[in-house]
Nanobody, 127 residues
Framework: VQLQASGGGLVQAGGSLRLSCAAS????????MGWFRQAPGKEREFVVVISWSGGSTYYADSVKGRFTISRDNAKNTVYLQMNSLKPEDTAVYYC?????????????????????WGQGTLVTVSS
């Protein structure tokens, strides 16, 4: 499975961006899909995950109410709508696929749960 993240860029605080992650190979519609991010000098952190069907999601507290994950299984793509962006959201954002497919809350927040990773897209939020 190959994952290609896109949509990053430079935005002012309070602005919005929409990230996309397109998958090829494998069976996208059976995977849970997650987004992680890594800020300069920090460890990679969990952002959000969506189940294979799109029926279940789990968000990190830091983005809850501002970010929305969605997916289109017909297009093999997962999206991350990011609103009310803050400078602390600045990071490289990675999409990842979990073959297990099911969202089980905090169990999906560990990076080692995921089987495939994209290359990352940079989001920079200026103050």
């Amino acid at each position: 499975v190959q994952l290609q993240a896109s949509g990053g860029g430079l935005v002012q605080a309070g602005g919005s961006l929409r990230l996309s992650c397109a998958a090829s190979g494998g069976t996208f519609s059976s995977y849970a899909m997650g987004w992680f991010r890594q800020a300069p000098g920090k460890e990679r952190e969990f952002v959000v995950v969506i189940s294979w069907s799109g029926g279940s999601t789990y968000y990190a507290d830091s983005v809850k109410g501002r970010f929305t994950i969605s997916r289109d299984n017909a297009k093999n793509t997962v999206y991350l709508q990011m609103n009310s962006l803050k400078p602390e959201d600045t990071a490289v954002y990675y999409c990842a696929a979990d073959k297990y497919g099911v969202v089980a809350g905090n169990a999906n927040s560990a990076a080692d749960e995921y089987d495939y990773w994209g290359q990352g897209t940079l989001v920079t939020v200026s103050s």
